[in-house]
Nanobody, 114 residues
């Protein structure tokens, strides 16, 4: 079984920064993709950024140049550094692991005040 535990959300003013972390435990294969999604009230869950174990990275256009995804394979942990935050970044952020199946964290709230 796989568990994902997120941390690092909170309340920040526009222009500020936050760093999210997600630690995976259980049976983790060497080939996988870890990602961050977000869901704002009334909206569908959307991909924010993803990083493959081989290093390939993709970002949503709305966060390019502001967010940075990284991972520590030895710790099975993925990070999301969020800079220049905007009120429209307010959402619940979910960690995702893809390896034969999809696994999700419980979500962490990020609120950006104007």
């Amino acid at each position: 079984q796989v568990q994902l535990v997120e941390s690092g959300g909170g309340l920040v003013q526009a222009g500020g920064s936050l760093r999210l972390s997600c630690a995976a435990s259980g049976t983790i294969f060497s080939i996988n993709v870890m990602a961050w999604y977000r869901q704002a009230p009334g909206n569908q869950r959307e991909l924010v950024a993803r990083i493959a174990s081989v290093g390939t990275i993709n970002y949503a256009d709305s966060v390019k140049g502001r967010f940075t995804i990284s991972r520590d394979n030895a710790k099975n942990t993925v990070y999301l550094q969020m800079n220049s935050l905007k009120p429209e970044d307010t959402a619940v952020y979910y960690c995702n692991l893809k390896q034969r199946a999809d696994y999700w964290g419980q979500g962490t709230q990020v609120t950006v005040s104007s």
